[in-house]
């Protein structure tokens, strides 16, 4: 656009889409030199940058005065007596620790093992567009070199042989990484990502590149919808939307999973797995398709709640190659007891629209032993915080955007990216510095939150935390926590600037779906949600129930 293109009236108009008010004075004073800011934007377009070059501005959560909580990493596990079961199924829905013991003691192999997810993700996988791809030659191979090291007396720990999926959004050497969108579905990295390097270390086993709602959004992909496996009518949610599908239905022991906004714990709600968005900064995202670089969060995918520790043991520590990583000790004791701790709740998230299995777990809670309190967060425009998330992902995507390569994408509406991004374009670079001065408010608002409680609990939609923790770097871990029935559900939405869950149809007919709850821990202290989740997973007693799958 040159000068003469640029008239009082364009800029009156331009004013609007930024909500803002000018004279008409103030808007001649702009007319002879807009010209030259137009000029550096386009020529900084002219620049290529790839989806893996970094912002140079990084997000750090601590506070001034921020002290770590431990000093060294811990691990300690359960105790398993549980024999191995017959039955492959009950194999395949065994949790970790389970496969773990067996694993070790050679009663199982993790030859055995592997094939068993293999033959389900060829049977169940098609019926719920779960795996983006299968690696079975690879599976097989790294199974029969963690059986060699088991003969040979050599364990790498207890994700030794272990057959895990990860999200498509990670690179896999000589394996597609479609990142779920058209434009690159036949993308095919020649180097693994940092957590693939570390669960290989650890000895787990890669089953394959679990589904991604495209561009880390939703459940719709290349290949079609990934399903939920209780009710096949609907999507799993996402945008981990394999990995939770596939934990949900025993096709893999776990699986790696991502969240900017809700994408860990909205499809762990959906399908009723346990997924735990660890503390912003403590796992490395290099080799990871970058969404949002100040807020992207890579972790575990599971069937049970200590599983989720095992997993982020592994994934845990600082990486040279991801600028936002943070070196940080993760401590786990599973016989560390959960008596002392404070619980919190906001009375909202438990009055209107709070679900019976919301309030049962809330009274499971306080029948546990521990204190249960009302806790506060002040008054501020946290959903405003959306616009950071929708100006990263434009940027992390201008090239398809400014190229028209959205049109390609299958999901076309107002709720999805091509649209999203497009509006990102008439964001203010003002309103995005204020935006961040808003998140530091944020970050105080959840520091002063945990100097009343150790643990919040709520459900998956309480108040302002799902996009507050998202922004501070909060971790959460999410259980199932119950059964509703309910219609199938619509797709969830960032339309109207928040994430918001689909509604039930009318059609009347009803599903028995999961439906789980919300700890949130302070900063780089996964340990007491943890701790506290054990309990309520032992004490909610529903987490053993699995989905049918009709012949």
């Known amino acids: 656009m040159t000068q003469t293109d640029i008239s009082l009236d364009t800029i009156a108009a331009a004013e609007r889409l930024m909500g803002v008010s000018y004279s008409q004075d103030e808007r001649q004073q702009m007319l002879d030199n807009l010209e030259g800011q137009i000029a550096s934007a386009v020529a900084r377009r002219s620049v290529p940058l790839a989806n893996s070059v970094p912002m140079a501005m990084r997000f750090d959560p601590r506070l001034p005065g921020f002290a770590m909580p431990h000093g060294a990493d811990v691990l300690r596990l359960s105790a398993v007596t549980a024999p191995l079961p017959a039955a492959d199924e009950d194999i395949a829905f065994a949790p970790v620790t389970h496969l773990a013991s067996w694993i070790k003691s050679g009663a199982l192999t993790s030859r055995r093992l592997t094939q068993i ?129 596939a934990t949900a239905a025993g096709l ?44 992207d969060k890579v972790g575990p995918i599971c069937r049970s709640v200590e599983d989720t520790a095992i997993v982020l043991a592994a994934l845990n520590g600082a990486d040279i190659n991801d600028r936002s990583t943070i070196a940080a000790p993760f401590v786990f004791d599973a016989s560390t007891s959960f008596k002392d701790l404070r619980v919190g709740y906001l009375p909202d998230a438990f009055g209107e629209g709070a679900t019976a299995v ?21 008054d501020l425009p946290y959903g405003a915080l959306m616009n950071i998330l929708f100006a990263e992902a434009a940027a992390s995507f201008e090239d398809l ?77 999410h259980l199932r926590a119950g059964f509703e029935d309910l219609g199938t559900r619509s797709p969830a939405s960032l339309a109207s600037g928040s994430l918001t869950t689909g509604e ?18 302070r900063l780089f202290d996964e340990g007491p949600i943890l701790n506290l989740g054990m309990a309520l997973e032992r004490a909610l007693a529903v987490a053993d129930r699995r989905p049918g799958f009709p012949s």
């Open 117 to 245: 997810y293999l033959d389900r993700i060829a049977s169940i996988g098609p019926r719920l567009e779960c795996f983006a791809a299968a690696s079975a030659d690879l599976a097989l191979a790294e199974a029969d070199a963690a059986d060699a090291l088991t003969r040979a007396g050599v364990y790498l720990g207890p994700l030794h042989g272990i057959p895990y999926g990860v999200k498509d959004l990670f690179d896999t050497k000589g394996i597609v990484t479609g990142w779920g969108a058209e434009p690159y579905q036949n993308r095919v990295p020649d180097a693994d990502a940092s957590i693939v390097t570390r669960l290989r270390a650890a000895g787990a086993v890669l089953l394959g590149k679990t589904t991604v709602g495209a561009l880390a959004y939703n459940d719709i992909w290349y290949g079609g919808v990934t399903r939920n496996p209780w009710n096949l009518n609907e999507g799993s949610s996402g945008s981990s939307a394999g990995s939770a599908s």
């Open 252 to 295: 893999c022991a776990f699986a790696i999973g991502t969240e900017t906004l809700g994408s860990i714990t909205s499809p762990s709600q959906r399908c009723g797995t346990t997924g735990l968005r660890p503390t912003f900064g403590r796992v490395s995202r290099a080799g990871c398709m970058a969404l949002c670089n100040s807020l």
């Open 358 to 378: 919301d309030h049962a777990a809330l009274a499971a809670t306080r029948a546990l032993g521990v204190e249960v309190v009302e806790v506060t967060l002040p």
């Open 401 to 477: 955007t400014l190229s028209n390569l959205d049109d390609t994408l299958t999901w076309q509406d107002a709720a999805a990216w091509p649209n999203a991004m497009r509006k990102a374009r008439f964001l203010s670079a003002v309103d995005h510095v204020q935006l961040d001065r808003l998140r530091y408010l944020v970050m105080q608002a959840l520091d002063d939150l945990f100097t009343q409680c150790d643990v919040l609990i709520g459900p998956f939609m309480t108040g302002p935390m799902l996009i507050a923790s998202n922004y501070t770097g909060h971790p959460c871990l």
């Open 504 to 521: 039930a149809d009318a059609a009347g007919q009803t599903f028995s779906v999961p439906q789980g709850i919300s700890l949130w821990g």
